[in-house]
């Protein structure tokens, strides 16, 4: 059978009614079996208050119905009803029936019988109906209740939909709405005030909008079917109401003003005082001429609420809204550091200290040039002393700035050209992080600068590893070593990289500069 997938969407001010129906138009406890037409054999029928499906098989034309009194509007209506499987299929039996539907006259809710090869009938209806995909499986986690609708002799239902049943259970309450008029809504209670949802419950399905004309409730059979679905239940309590042809005399409307710090103030032009408000930051109102005030700044989702209360009509208006003008209370940005010369010649580590509210910085390195970044790195062409300054910014984008300067000098003793940089790494004050050399193991890192490959030289024949961080701690290597080992990590980017080789005989911190 062809399957129908559909995606629901709603405007941004819609009208709905509320789930709680008011109009009754019709009720069945099944006491009065007369009010009732049976068709078939009579393994369906209504006898001892209830309407039993009595150990009868899918592809047998078995029905009960009867007329409504009236006809149910496209817009809202519910129907609900009381199920009770009574006991487990025997092996090799699944399960199909018609648990309720409501149609728009007295043909079988699916199909015709064998005698005419089970040709869809003609007649608009929404149905909910209880199905195994396998006509043998008589394993009850595998069945489930579906809806589904007819437009005239066109029959849809999505599969996506199914709510399975639960083993369990044996009682369920089903209820049907048709919450609008290409909408409808299926949701399976374990319980007599229909409360208490299984799982999987509820689902909505998209039906044709169309869909009219549904005076006649009926349970019964499920034709089409095999032979091999069977069904031993009994059904009660029918109910139907039907709000849907209540005139709706609310109309929710407002506008708003946007004023400094993030404040808004909101206007109720609904025809009703009676309102809630959704301001989209997860705060609620039920003022009738709200002021609200955002935190923080962005684009947020308005929804007005306005209740019709004589007619249990609840409307909706949405609005869309963005704030730039936020007040901002993170706490001023600040920052100090210090810069102290590494026992490595050319190298100077500036230990960087940061309060809790800063997101970014901006270094001024008193050559004319600059670099963002919290942690990062410099290297001057020449010693002399440089006014280093850092400029710090909080979430409000909020500033502050702190200067030193200092004598930045080289300890070099060859002449080969790197001697004539002088390297500043940016750190945190808390970090570790700089020069510590071991004298328990003789280790070189060359050539330093590199290009990314390098070898680690050492005395010792021990296995260690090699750990090595970005500026920013990050590990972006490790690898375990033994003597003099190759690394490979060309495909790091130029910047300066902390190296920690660690091995019983304790942790050694070496620097190594890639250059592209």
């Not at 789930?19 to 009010?35: G, K, L």
Request: charge should be negative.
């Amino acid at each position: 059978m062809k399957k129908l997938v559909a995606i629901l969407s709603f405007a941004a001010c819609v009208k709905v009614n509320a789930q709680v129906c008011t109009r009754t138009i019709f009720t069945d406890n099944f006491s009065t079996p007369a009010n009732w037409t049976a068709v078939g054999s009579g393994a369906v029928n209504v006898s001892g208050g209830t309407c039993n499906l009595d150990s009868v098989y899918d592809g047998v034309y078995n029905k009960v119905y009867q007329n409504i009194g009236s006809t149910l509007s496209n817009t809202y209506f519910k129907a609900q009803c009381k199920f009770t499987l009574l006991g487990a299929n025997p092996s090799g039996n699944g399960v199909g029936a018609i648990v309720m539907a409501l149609t728009a006259g007295t043909q079988d809710y699916i199909t015709t019988d064998s005698s005419t090869a089970y040709t869809e009938t003609s007649q608009d209806a929404i149905g909910v109906v209880i199905n195994s995909d396998d006509p043998y499986d008589n394993n009850m986690s595998d069945w489930y209740f579906l809806t589904e609708a007819k437009k005239g002799n066109v029959r849809t239902f999505n599969q996506a939909t199914e709510i399975h049943l639960n083993p369990a259970i044996s009682t369920y309450y089903i209820q049907l709405e048709r919450v609008s008029a290409g909408v409808t809504r299926l949701s399976i209670f374990s319980d007599s005030t229909y409360t208490t949802h299984i799982a999987g419950s509820p689902t909505t399905f998209v039906i044709d909008s169309s869909i009219a004309g549904l005076t006649t409730v009926q349970h019964g059979t499920s034709t089409p079917g095999w032979y091999y679905r069977f069904n031993n239940s009994k059904i009660d309590n029918d109910l139907i109401c039907d709000d849907g042809n209540v005139v709706a005399t609310c109309s929710a409307n407002f506008t708003y003003t946007i004023t400094a710090g993030g404040q808004v103030n909101f206007t109720n032009n609904s025809t009703s005082a009676h309102n809630t408000w959704s301001f989209g930051d997860g705060v609620s109102s039920n003022t009738l001429n709200p002021t609200h005030t955002y935190a923080n700044n962005g684009v947020y989702t308005v929804q007005e609420v306005v209740t019709d209360s004589a007619n249990n009509v609840i409307c909706l208006s949405t609005q869309t809204l963005s704030i730039t003008n936020a007040a901002c209370n993170a706490p001023a940005p600040t920052a100090n550091f210090t810069l102290n010369a590494d026992s490595v010649p050319q190298w100077w580590n500036l230990y960087i200290n940061y309060n809790s509210s800063v997101v970014n910085a901006t270094w001024h390195w008193g050559d004319g040039t600059s670099s963002i970044g919290l942690y990062t790195a410099h290297a001057y062409d020449s010693a002399g002393m440089y006014n280093i300054c850092v400029t710090v910014f909080n979430a409000c984008g909020d500033s502050a700035t702190y200067c030193q300067t200092d004598s930045i000098y080289r300890l070099s003793h060859n002449n080969s050209t790197s001697a004539l940089i002088t390297h500043v790494n940016v750190v945190s004050a808390n970090s570790t992080a700089g020069i510590n050399q071991a004298t328990a193991t003789q280790l070189n890192i060359y050539p330093n600068p590199s290009n990314g490959n390098f070898m680690v030289a050492t005395n010792d024949a021990t296995n260690k590893t090699l750990q090595m961080y970005d500026v920013n701690g990050k590990q972006v290597l490790t690898q375990t070593i033994n003597g003099n080992t190759t690394i490979d990590a060309s495909n790091l980017n130029a910047g300066i990289y902390n190296l920690n080789i660690v091995s019983s005989k304790g942790v050694v911190n070496k620097r190594l500069v890639i250059v592209k």
